[in-house]
């Protein structure tokens, strides 16, 4: 699908709350500008769940005519509701995208045998590749290393994983029992190091949002087995990282896409904007690194 | 709301899948012939997130037809989208039901400052009283007990919690800070003794779709001070409980309820049918029980 | 052993970090004015990993000296090692002690088999009833409920199990496993109200140090059935249970009986005294509480 | 201190559980001619906490007499009694060892600051190099990466952290506040490639008990920056390192290393035997991986 980096990029709001679709417009240019492997489209970072059907159409369309083919378009189209997933593939496909980001189903979970039955059901009624996306923390529940294999033999286009499980022994069995054909992206900004010096393609990114060029360069290093400059890079962002998630993300990293001029500051329930002293300490960090 | 035993009740469907209203009516009466105390619908048990709108709209209708009265209705009315709590309020009032039952944001989450602005939101939008249910194991996030006051002080309607945490100091501290016009009931069946005593109101039930008499038993015998037989009936019914949650909820109860012949056993996507393991383990346990 | 409060008393030191003897007399005959129902030496509160052999001995004979017979003396005997074990028994079996408390194997840990043939080779070589002591917060490990019950079905000394894993769904099984002659305690002052609830004997307790006729109250309310009095005292003293887990146990503990008089603030290494912030809250509450 | 491979090598006993000194030897011998980067010695692998002071002056002697300065000797001193640390240090003096593998207090624990200051007061009373050794599943308790720092600015002769949180968030963050000067070792077999990858000089190794010579290819290929050499070795090598940890280690690289004929399969309580099944698999996949 892509390696390197793919930002999942925010949604950007008016004041009065409405999606802003001119921002957005600046935004995805500003991504394509500065480099950008692939553009996640309303994942958890575009507050997919607080965006209403018609506003998501317009969305994804608005997206995949900017970048106009210069990069892969991912939509993330995962509900917990197995019929609203089917309906925002097929509006995936017709606006044009590349990929679907569909995240296990979240809050009524199922079991590992259940999920293969998911990812079956909705792989058959779809003809763009998937990444499924596995983030415990979220959802309630996890894709276990056989189960993620399994989905990928019992589904052609099924292609990747998203990993966000933080568990690292999990993700290392995951490289030692899998064919190559099935991909696997970091799904968190600070792990995306080890991840890929497993083998991993690239990195789902949030920090990319603001530190875009920073970002592909490090990935790129770990592609080119350059670890040196790898991790000089993966050191410097670390406390960004780490601040970009000291409330529920998307919430400072709105924040830090604002303090460049590229959005609001607005989040959508049941999201509230960060404290202020989360917004300081960004604010420094940001400034720290020349990102400001 | 209630004191006692509230049932979540399954949704039944046909063999393709479909809501089996008749099933439904058959159920309710089963329930308050049972003597249950109160009736929650289309909670997680209940399937909500598979169930499509304008099937929402006829199974509230028929439970509170069927109902007419005898006992309060309160229906699960929770998502990750504000928008669509509202909408499912709305159909809530229209029917007559008589409270309302709202998780917390899951997946997409918030903090504990967001979740008060979201019950503000959401409870000054409607007349009928709210519990909330935390339940971190589905939703990824957690309502503090300090949250969980200041909710019910500035929202007059959120009268009671559905504590699904597991985590009893948390539970034990809720208990030492709250005012007594806040409720607690317990969200699950194995916790009900300690939560109840602790002063705790009542509970919602998984179990009681097909124990209901023990289950009635059992609260009200701790709600009359009468311990020693709350612990007898906790004791028997523990195994049961346990089995009931082998798999994900509410693939095991679904089972259990067709094995009464009260619902087939169909669940939908993303939840499949239990294994036959779970599915044997959980007869036997019914029929030691005479429950079968 | 003993039904009610026991407390796990701490162990003075003077300023130069020796055993503060005197100030031990002083402190048991105080715990025995207020009425404690049973006293547990050399536990975790008695930071028993950081006192020599030879102190060991002399702490154990001056408490069963002062107390007399008037009460159960329990000495915590477990280690690592369970040749370190058999020698702590036999020490407490000379001093005159009435019980053991012994922790499952830390740190090397073991199996759910091993537990049961340490606890074996360990019970056979001792006359003393034992209390099995349950904390993976501390020990990496935890016994499951069909364990407690194997051990104690093996080793007829074997009697009782302090619980303090903190997962409630946990001891609500073991309770309805158990034969009524295996006693359970609860490990944690505030989980003592929803364990005894479901059967528990009493409470091994750090609050008791300092807040013991409350906490005699308490239990006892419980152990009459009166729910109602142990609620109040229970939501009375959960600030205080709270700020005495602040930091490591017993570090807050030993400045709460300071403040009594009845110590020095000093504790051995690998622990040191609590923060100032920590100190100036616990001195609030007590004052707050008139223990002070 | 080490790059590449330090065995945590198993300590031999006898049918009769005697420290089994012939083995030993040949033990050492084994690993030295299969090009070990460094030996550690009665570590939790070595089952320090159940040999007696006596054994452990011997088994200390015994090592470093044959390792005769070819590699380093590494003695595993940490107990959570800070004077017998101190004694289990002067005896690896005596013996010529060259560095100390100190875990942090267990069970009894201690706070961030209590860390500093039990490693401030360790160190300065011994000449010989520590490694922390960070083990919250065993420990109760955690090094952050800001007291690991403050610990090796404070102690100048701590020169390293054994990593075995499985935390690679939090393993991360410590790369990237660390000096070089602190030496980073994975102590976890299944996350040497990801540790290493940020900038870790080695592994402190239980499959090596085993497997050395890959594990010496393994960790030598990252430091030569192949990752792919590096990645084929790790996937190969998982499925092993997982068996070996199906129980509580070290019962089943006891069983293993018995299999290769330089022990018993004998293990000291609170340990005992590997079960059947876990024997059949490990015995499977040694062979499958041609060690047998």
């Known amino acids: 699908m892509f390696t390197g980096v793919g930002t999942a990029i925010i949604t950007p709001f008016d004041k009065e709350t409405n999606v802003d679709y001119n921002s957005l417009k600046t935004f995805v240019k500003y991504q394509l500008d500065n480099g950008v492997d692939s ?7 575009g507050e997919a769940p607080a965006i209403e059907e ?5 969305i994804v369309n608005t997206v995949v005519e900017i970048v106009n083919k210069k990069v892969p378009v991912i939509v993330g189209t995962g509900t917990n509701n197995v019929n609203h997933v089917l309906k925002n593939n097929k509006l995936a496909e017709s606006a044009g995208a590349d990929g679907l980001l569909i995240v296990t189903p979240y809050y009524n979970k199922s079991t590992q045998k259940g999920l293969v039955e998911y990812f079956k059901y909705i792989s058959e009624r779809t003809t763009l590749p998937i990444i499924m996306y596995n983030v415990p923390s979220r959802t309630g529940m996890n894709i276990n290393p056989e189960t993620a294999v399994s989905i990928h033999e019992n589904c052609k286009n099924v292609i990747g994983v998203k990993e966000a499980s933080s568990n690292i022994s999990q993700i290392v069995e995951l490289f030692s029992i899998k064919p190559d054909s099935l991909k696997v992206f970091s799904g968190n900004d600070d792990q995306v190091l080890p991840i890929m010096s497993l ?5 789902i990114s949030v920090t990319s949002n603001v530190a875009l060029k920073s970002f592909v360069e490090l990935t790129h290093s770990i592609l080119n087995n350059d670890l040196e400059k790898a991790r000089k890079l993966n050191n410097q962002f670390m406390k960004l990282n780490k601040l970009l998630f000291k409330e529920v993300n998307p919430i400072p990293v709105k924040y830090a896409v604002s303090l460049l001029g590229l959005c609001e500051n607005v989040v959508r329930l049941p999201l509230v904007k960060a404290s202020q002293e989360t917004e300081k300490l960004l604010k420094e960090e940001m400034e720290r690194l020349n990102l400001l």
């Open 39 to 45: 553009l996640i489209v309303l994942g958890t970072t």
């Open 54 to 58: 018609e506003e998501r159409e317009k």
């Open 199 to 203: 083998g991993g393609d690239g990195l």
